[in-house]
């Protein structure tokens, strides 16, 4: 996973840039972020999103430990 944050996300198929998009958003970790500040118009919209995106996997990702929190009966010793 770590390579595919070295390239822009435009050298990737569709199915690719989707999934490195709105899947597993690694793209507005770095892509995005450095192409507004690149001035790339194109990629304008999404790197306003970036903020929204970040929010958003860590409220899922919160919600995750919370659940298995939860769930979690010790390590048996």
Do not use: D, M
Request: include cysteine; charge should be positive.
């Amino acid at each position: 996973l770590n390579s595919y944050g070295r390239y822009p996300v435009e050298v990737y198929p569709g199915v690719l840039r989707l999934l490195l998009t709105w899947v597993l958003p690694l793209a507005f970790a770095g892509f995005y972020p450095a192409a507004y500040l690149l001035r790339h118009g194109a990629w304008r919209a999404y790197a306003l999103l970036t903020p929204f995106v970040g929010a958003t996997v860590f409220a899922l990702g919160l919600l995750c430990w919370r659940a298995g929190i939860t769930r979690y009966r010790g390590a048996g010793s």
